[in-house]
């Protein structure tokens, strides 16, 4: 049998986990682990609601440092340490939705939501 949390619960560890990553950033990689674009959270981190984190952002565009796929994404804390990793990424139904996932350097990366869902 599978452990259930409460709702309550579940808005505590995703709250507990956001606090411990706001005004951090989050990192667009690709398949080699190579950083394409970066973009800060807030100080806020953003809201929780029952299980779901929607993640709130400084700006929700930023310009890429280097070109390639997007693949996946990453959260480091305020201190640039990852803490969150193998967040997926695409253009829908992925935890971060970009306007596209191929990147080209110096282009300006849209970053349209980003939520996490504790299961």
Same mark, same amino acid.
């Given at each position: 049998m599978?452990v259930?949390?409460a709702?309550? +619960?579940?808005?505590?560890?995703m709250?507990?986990i956001r606090?411990? +990553?706001?005004?951090?950033?989050l990192?667009i990689l690709d398949?080699?682990? $190579?950083?394409l674009?970066?973009?800060?959270? #807030? %100080? #806020?981190?953003?809201?929780? +609601?029952? #299980?779901v984190w ?5 700006a929700?565009?930023a310009?890429a440092?280097a %070109?390639?796929t997007a693949?996946k994404?990453?959260i480091?804390?305020?201190g640039g340490?990852a803490k969150?990793?193998?967040?997926? $990424?695409?253009?829908?139904?992925t935890? +971060?939705?970009? *306007? *596209?996932t191929?990147?080209a350097t110096a282009?300006n990366?849209?970053?349209?939501s980003a ?5």
């Open positions: 599978s259930i949390l709702t309550t +619960v579940k808005t505590a560890v709250t507990a606090d411990a +990553v706001a005004d951090g950033t990192e398949a080699a682990d $190579v950083l674009v970066s973009f800060g959270l #807030s %100080a #806020s981190g953003g809201n929780v +609601v029952g #299980s929607t993640l709130a952002f400084d929700s565009t310009s440092g %070109a390639g693949a994404a990453q480091k804390n305020s340490t969150i990793t193998g967040l997926t $990424v695409g253009t829908a139904a935890d +971060v939705v970009l *306007s *596209s191929t990147i282009q990366v849209i970053l349209t939520t996490i869902t504790h299961p």
